[in-house]
């Protein structure tokens, strides 16, 4: 495989709504993202990833576009963009834009043509049109990812127009090569900007099947997945993207591609499959319970480490891993993965950055993740601001289906809100986010974790991640080696070996608060520890027994 510095970097992704405020309106914007740089410069990443910061009617906090080559104003201009872009590349610091192109907002210019119809309307077939069954009722019984049906009539046009997620965000037909012109020249504009790379929303799905029967029922309607993910041209549409216009830069592409499997992703992003760098997959963060994807269950460990494992060697050769714990649109990783109770938070977050940092791929921190930032403690419906958390709790709860207490505890565990909280930047008034009203609630515990005292404390969970980071750099088999899982069979520690050209090393986790006892391997006799989240306690300079603390976590390096 060629190296290529995607495969060296540290991403760090920012929610611009939830970072930093600079004018106190209670809404991060771009001039607070400028100012934090050299707070990531210190950190040591290599690419900012942000969510979307085009115009949009915020119907789903800007994945619902209604003009691609425009900012939202509430997040500032053009030419604040701009002096962005200038003043990462100035600190070394690349920028990746989130690309959502399966669908747009209903209130993109391209649609309100669209729903106009007309026979010789040139935005007529932008979007994906249906008539009405003969007794006026959808095409089919597909639901939205947000909830209710995913079809959406329209009086105008007198016909329904497919939304996979809001009814305000109608999908694209990629169908038509005047939609993919559309797109590929909006994306080259970007590109000549100077950007570096884009993170493609839901890439997986911009192709459906001709024909559009109803889905198995789950939950309240009928499955749309078998027909329109991994679609029957997707790969032709990618290929076309990446020969007009991702070839033509030095990028890098991520897909957020739900339901990969490790073959797919080698279809999508393979040494030579000429689409994407990497793709997202969502295995270990898709625990389904009885209520869909609402669980407050955690992912038995051996559950976890089967599919982690077989994404590092599946792929190893083939394609290349993207790595993460949380985003956007997941809770936060300490508590779900760790333990987010005080005396154990810091030394969790930790045990969690040592396992994912030290596999084989691109590591992505999620803004906060750095600080072992928590959930929220949520009170009422009231508190949340996502749409996907809101229609679930009228879906499942105020329709009387599920009572509110056995609800609750699942929806609160998973709401992409956890995520969203402002980032806690000190213990001053709504932690130094924003001197007015912020747009979601702060964390209260804020006080107590903030990026302010971490900064000056070297056993902070940012210093760690900053060791991660320099480690990374310094050591090609953290990016190359090869993996082989130890202890498949332990439900409390995920151990494992990576391997380059004589250089190996020993990652060693656990996932539980009781002490454990581990058995280092005869080879990593007389080995170095790179790293550890409990200090020098141990001697690890020979091999054989020795005892694991509460998420204890280390790693040891050996040439042989």
């Known amino acids: 495989m060629k190296h290529s510095w995607w495969q060296e970097a540290v991403v760090y992704q920012i929610y611009p709504r939830s970072f930093m405020d600079s004018n ?7 001039p607070g ?8 410069k210190e950190l040591g990443i290599d690419v900012i990833w942000m969510s979307p910061i085009y ?5 789903d906090n800007g994945y619902d576009i209604s003009n691609y080559q425009a900012i939202m104003e509430e997040f500032g ?3 604040d963009f701009e002096h962005l872009l200038e003043a990462a590349h100035a600190r070394g610091i690349r920028i990746v834009m989130d690309l959502v192109v399966n669908h747009t907002s209903d209130e993109h210019a391209w649609f309100v043509e669209s729903r106009r119809g007309g026979e010789c309307n040139p935005y007529g077939d932008y979007y994906i049109w249906r008539d009405p069954k003969e007794d006026g009722s959808a095409p089919n019984n597909w639901g939205s990812c947000f909830g209710g049906s995913a079809w959406e009539y329209d009086e105008g046009r007198k016909q329904y127009y497919l939304h996979l997620f809001s009814k305000k965000q109608p999908d694209l037909n990629w169908e038509n090569p005047r939609v993919r012109d559309a797109v590929f020249n909006m994306m080259t504009w970007w590109c000549e900007k100077g950007i570096d790379g884009f993170r493609m929303d839901v890439i997986s799905m911009i192709s459906k099947t001709e024909e559009m029967p109803d889905g198995k029922i789950q939950g309240f309607y009928g499955d749309f997945g078998p027909y329109c993910i991994h679609g029957p041209k997707v790969h032709d549409y990618l290929q076309e993207m990446n020969e ?9 592409t991520v897909g957020e591609t739900p339901g990969v499997t490790p073959e797919e992703a080698c279809r999508y992003a393979g040494n030579h499959a000429h689409e994407l760098n990497m793709v997202f997959q969502f295995e270990h963060v898709d625990v389904p319970g009885k209520y869909g994807k609402w669980n407050d269950e955690k992912m038995p460990l051996t559950v976890l480490k089967k599919i982690l494992s077989r994404w590092q060697t599946e792929l190893y050769g083939r394609a290349w891993n993207s790595l993460f714990w949380d985003n956007h649109d997941q809770p936060r990783a300490v508590s779900r993965f760790g333990n987010d109770k005080p005396q154990y938070r810091t030394k969790s977050a930790k045990m969690l950055a040592t396992c994912l940092h030290m596999l084989q791929g691109t590591p992505y921190i999620y803004q906060g993740e ?3 930032m928590t959930n929220y403690p949520f009170e009422s419906p009231a508190d949340f601001r996502d749409i996907e958390s809101i229609h679930a709790y009228k879906e499942w ?4 289906k599920v009572p509110h207490e056995a609800f609750w505890p699942c929806i609160t565990a998973v709401s992409r809100d956890n995520a969203r909280t402002p980032m806690q930047w000190d213990d001053t008034k709504n932690a130094g986010f924003t001197l007015g009203k912020p747009w979601i609630f702060v964390n209260p515990n804020y006080r107590e ?3 302010k005292a971490q900064l000056v404390d070297p056993d902070s969970v940012f210093h760690y991640y900053q060791k991660l980071i320099s480690l990374r750099k310094q050591h090609p088999v953290i990016v190359y080696g090869g993996y082989q899982l130890l202890l498949p069979e332990s439900e409390e520690i995920f151990a494992y070996i990576r391997e380059l050209e004589g250089e190996m090393l020993l990652v060693v986790c656990s996932f539980v608060e009781q002490e454990m006892e581990f058995t280092v391997p005869e080879e990593f006799a007389g080995a170095q520890c790179l790293i550890t989240n409990c200090g020098l306690q141990q001697d690890f300079n020979t091999a054989g027994a020795v005892r694991l603390g509460a998420y204890e976590a280390f790693v040891l390096h050996k040439k042989l």
């Open 244 to 252: 007009r216009v991702l070839s033509r830069y030095d990028l890098m």
């Open 24 to 30: 106190n309106d209670g809404i991060g914007d771009l």
């Open 370 to 372: 750095e600080l072992g």
């Open 77 to 79: 201009t053009m030419e």
């Open 55 to 59: 115009q949009s009617p915020n119907d």
């Open 33 to 40: 993202i400028i100012c934090r740089l050299d707070y990531l």
């Open 449 to 451: 974790i903030n990026a």
């Open 397 to 400: 709860c105020e329709s009387g």
